[in-house]
């Protein structure tokens, strides 16, 4: 090293005088190469690093940092180095080069160094300029870009992801996180970064660039770090903050719709379904379920979900949209997800609520119309004609009686409708109008049906608006009235003692014209007679006699005050 070499020399004496052409009056400098950018120049006082070539006028090496590949480091006007190479390098920038020539006077005079420099010799430096600082450094802070919209900036304490390039001063790179595909993962103000780093990251905000030039006292100091950064270095980070949060932070929520009315809310236990957006807090989407086409279903509060979301979509509206930011310990912690999600990662979600339910949920009904002159309602077995309109409870349309030329019929407990539009149907007048809320499990299930997807709340919209009284489960015929006492002799209208299918399709048929009967509606009424008729013709001769006709009523032995024939 140069401060060494220099030392030597002192200590001996050079004899041959061959190597001086001639004295000059001062130092000359040669500056071959100055960079475009100089950002600084070397004053008295600073600390400088610095490769250097020394030789004789006629080209001859006599020292060289190159060769002990350790640059010399002193500080300038304080002695450590002979006065022309301290007064030469003054005003110079990083990476500039220099040939400062050297009279004996400003080197070392007439006593020569040792066995190596003679007396009175002229010595040539040529130098490049590493580094330059001064005790009375701070960091060095640019920003290169900032976000419009920043609710939040690094503080001490906070735990920050950021992506860097680390290079020397003199441009040399010695670390960067974008060649790891891996940001640097750290607390700030709790000595885990160098100095300078703590200090500069400060005010941050995700997404925010800076460039820093940080000194080696606020740096990696007189020791460096491993081979790539040497003692007495300053260092040069370009920064992209990408996260940050503190490891007190609770989850953030923020409702940006509310639909109107929100009749109820989410609790633990419900069932819901969701679309969301996921992304980091930098704005990169790292995963969506519109992607997909397909919600997210699952249980709220009993651990299906990471902590967060399962906490954060308790107490929501169905339509609500919400967004919510989760620090780590609330998401995936320190492991991360896969290769999609980085270890330590806040995470925003931005959420739609489709629907949600609880499997102990019955059909709810809100009636909007009925007259007060209703004296007949539906029950199950009547033959019904209605109007609807069907959609999922964020107002996407499914289906409606609209879209064909009758409205829809059904014979209530057939079990030809969904569990939960049968029950609904019930209890109706003629003209009154519902709105709906049928359950998944009263609807169609986990699985869906065609258009509507699995575990869907549906909402109805219904009107009726037609009435056919019914019969019970396994009859065909009911009296309204009292049942005729000699019912053969009523029927058997000729007096032979026996009922063809005609006799007995036109007495029927006449008591349902005189009101005093009603057949199974929703079928062909000449259809349901023959099957009258065959269940009172036991022995199958295309007759009904006195011993065969019987009420069903008898037959079932059940109190009731229906009859049928």
């Known amino acids: 090293m140069l401060q060494r070499f220099i030392v030597s020399l002192y200590l001996a004496t050079w004899f041959s005088v061959d190597c001086n052409p001639g004295p000059i009056d001062d130092i000359v400098v040669d500056r071959y190469f100055i960079p475009a950018s100089c950002i600084r120049d070397v004053k008295s006082g600073d600390f400088v690093r610095f ?64 066995n190596t420099i003679p007396p009175d010799t002229t010595l040539v430096f040529d130098v490049v300029l590493l580094d330059v600082f001064n005790r009375a450094d701070q960091v060095q802070t640019k920003v290169i870009s900032t976000p419009a919209d920043c609710k939040r900036s690094v503080t001490r304490t906070d735990f920050v992801r950021f992506h860097f390039n680390g290079t020397l001063l003199d441009g040399t790179m010695f670390d960067s996180s974008y060649r790891r595909s891996q940001t640097q993962d750290s607390l700030v103000g709790e000595g885990m970064l160098i100095k300078g780093l703590d200090e500069g990251l ?20 007189e020791k460096g770090y491993g081979t790539e950064i040497p003692p007495h270095a300053s260092v040069v980070y370009d920064i992209l903050l990408e996260d940050l949060h503190n490891p007190k932070d609770d989850l953030s929520v923020e409702v940006t719709h509310v639909p109107e009315p929100c009749t ?59 967004r919510i930011i989760l620090p780590p310990h609330l ?44 004296n007949e309602s539906s029950e199950v077995n009547d033959f019904i004609q209605y109007h609807y309109n069907c959609s999922m409870l964020d107002g996407t349309l499914l289906f409606s009686s609209s879209d064909y030329e ?14 939960g539009l049968d029950e609904a149907l019930r209890n109706m007048c003629v003209g009154e109008r519902r709105t709906v809320i049928v359950p998944p499990h009263l609807g169609h299930g986990e699985k869906g ?16 608006v037609s009435l056919q009284k019914g019969v019970p489960e396994g009859y065909l ?28 399709s036109e007495f029927i048929k006449q008591q349902v014209a005189d009101g005093k ?20 013709d036991r022995n199958n001769d295309g007759l009904i006699t006195l011993d065969e006709l019987k009420l069903k009523v008898d037959e079932d032995a059940e109190k009731t005050r229906h009859e049928e024939l």
């Open 406 to 419: 009758a409205p829809q019929d059904v014979l209530l407990g057939g079990g030809k409708i969904i569990d």
């Open 202 to 221: 400060l005010g941050m905000c995700v997404g925010e660039i800076r460039h820093f030039i940080i000194p080696p006292f606020l740096a990696f100091g």
């Open 51 to 114: 490769h250097y070539n020394g030789s004789f006028t006629d080209g001859k090496l006599f020292d060289s940092s190159y060769e002990r590949n350790t640059a010399f480091f002193g500080q300038v006007g304080q002695g450590p180095q002979i006065a022309g190479v301290d007064k030469g390098i003054q005003g110079m920038c990083v990476n500039e080069r220099r040939r400062i020539t050297v009279p004996p006077h400003l080197a070392h005079s007439s006593q020569g160094a040792g």
């Open 449 to 464: 049906a065609g258009v509507v997807p699995g575990s869907a709340v549906l909402r109805f919209e219904l009107e009726l």
């Open 517 to 536: 009967g009603r057949l199974k509606p929703a079928q062909d009424p000449d259809s349901v007679i023959r099957d009258m008729f065959r269940n009172q």
């Open 331 to 374: 998401a995936y912690g320190q492991q991360g997800a896969g290769k999609e999600i980085p270890g330590s990662a806040v995470l925003v979600f931005d959420i739609h609520v489709i629907d949600f339910h609880n499997p102990k949920d019955p059909v709810q009904v809100e009636i909007s119309q009925r007259s007060e002159m209703c």
């Open 264 to 322: 109820r809310k989410s609790v633990e236990g419900d069932f819901i379904r969701y679309h969301y957006n996921a992304s980091f807090i930098n704005g990169t989407t790292f995963d969506s379920s519109y992607k997909r086409n397909h919600t997210y279903d699952t249980y709220i509060g009993l651990g299906y979900m990471i902590a967060g979301i399962d906490k954060g979509l308790q107490g929501v509206c169905a339509g609500e949209r919400r």
């Open 477 to 504: 015929f009911v009296w309204l009235n009292e049942t005729p006492v000699e019912i053969f002799e009523a029927m058997d209208i000729n007096q032979d003692k026996q009922i063809p299918l005609e006799e007995f």
